[in-house]
């Protein structure tokens, strides 16, 4: 076992209650005060350069080597879901209808303790420490990108690495990745088709948009599947659709709420394009008009293949090959570690944190409010951080 690995090991105590601590007291959005001051307090009496953020509740900290050189950039997301918790677990969330249902809370401790392992040792550069809120829809990669961070060590990162636990799919302490495209873009879309109303018996003398939108939501799926390459698709669904007051009246409009997932920049733009002519040219076709209202979520998070090799070698040296696992293809997901690596090369790494008390296959996955995480994850996870920024900044002297 190596030392750092060991290192590592001793600090699982403090890990797991740091965790716990954060998982009691959970915070959504960009706001997350209590969970800021928390991390403060962990990394307390390190000697790291820590700034704050303006618009967001961020922590950045900045830890110098012994010497001037290359900097490293570690990822770790703060924020929790608009959940009630119904997990079981004694150290469930105090606050109705907020849970740490992602992990976020085992990110963090993880990065944490990367911190402390990174602080006791030498190497030439730095490491930036990123604490990020507002994951789950607030793009607050964005924000801290946009407040400097990448700026902070004095000269850009030459790479950037980030872990997410998994509650289910695979068995805790094994890692997974893939070069390349890793999690989809994910935007959304609002449809309002508009027409005339009037009374169910009289249909000829209204401008019904209810058939017009069904037409859509089914001609949306042939849209996908013919439209775009098999091995480069894109994911349509229509979770929404809301139209009229009573069975014998004409609405004035329908409303379709829609995500659209996609696995590169082309097919974005490509798909962006081509459902506003679909919707368009169907409400037309129908004497009616649809107005769209499009919100562009985050980008294809894109794993360097050179990165994402060099941490599958990590992965191998400190845990064994028999604990890594490339994955074929692409997950549906979205994250906005993305932003970050648009800019810097680097790689997102999943962890499996499934309780051993729990079948991967069957076990309550992310985002469920019976989700529940292994806590004997932490210390693997912070190791691995520590290594990859050790291992990175030797090479790149």
């Known amino acids: 076992m190596s030392s750092l690995r060991a290192a590592a090991g001793d600090l699982h105590d403090d890990l797991v209650r740091l965790r716990r601590d954060l998982h009691r007291e959970p915070e959504l959005g960009l706001d997350l005060p209590r969970t800021q001051e928390k991390v403060l307090a962990a990394l307390e009496g390190l000697p790291l ?25 570690l990822r770790g997301d703060m924020d929790a879901l608009p959940l009630t918790e119904r997990s079981g677990v004694p150290y469930a969330s105090q606050i109705p209808g907020r849970m740490h249902a992602c992990g976020h809370d085992l990110h963090t401790a993880m990065l944490a303790g990367a911190a402390r392992l990174l602080a006791e040792r030498s190497f030439t550069g730095s490491v930036v420490f990123m604490f990020q809120p ?37 068995p805790a302490g094994t890692f997974v990745t893939r070069r390349g495209p890793l999690m989809a873009a994910a935007d959304q879309m609002r449809v309002t088709v508009r027409g005339a109303g009037g009374h169910g018996s009289q249909p000829h003398l209204a401008k019904d948009p209810i058939p017009a939108a069904s037409e859509i939501v089914t001609a949306l799926q042939t849209f996908a599947t013919r439209r775009f390459d098999a091995f480069d698709p894109v994911v349509i669904t229509v979770g929404s659709i809301n139209a009229g007051t009573a069975p014998n009246i004409i609405p004035d409009e329908a409303q379709l709420g829609l995500t659209i997932r996609s696995f590169s920049p082309a097919a974005r733009a490509r798909v962006t394009e081509g459902v506003r002519e679909l919707i368009g040219g169907i409400a037309a076709a129908h004497g009616l008009t649809a107005e769209l209202d499009h919100e562009m979520g985050y ?77 004997a994850v932490l210390p693997d996870g912070s190791a691995l951080l ?11 002297v």
């Open 49 to 73: 350069e820590i700034t704050t953020g303006t618009a967001l509740s961020s922590v950045t900290a900045v830890l110098r080597g012994s010497s001037p050189g290359p900097v490293v950039l």
């Open 134 to 170: 507002g994951e789950e829809g607030n793009g607050g990669a964005k924000i801290m990108i946009e407040e400097g961070l990448l700026d902070a060590a004095g000269a850009r990162p030459v790479a950037a690495y980030g872990l997410h636990v998994t509650s289910s799919i695979m």
């Open 299 to 375: 980008p294809v998070t894109v794993n360097d293949a050179a990165e994402t090799e060099f941490a599958a070698g990590v992965v191998a040296d400190l845990y064994g090959p028999e604990r890594f696992v490339w994955v074929p293809n692409p997950m549906t997901t979205a994250e906005d570690f993305s932003y970050v690596l648009e800019e810097v090369p680097g790689a997102f790494v999943f962890l499996g944190a499934c309780p051993p008390d729990r079948d991967p296959s069957t076990a309550p996955f992310n985002h469920a409010t019976t989700a529940v995480f292994d806590d």
């Open 386 to 396: 520590a290594e990859l920024a050790l291992r990175r900044l030797a090479t790149a």
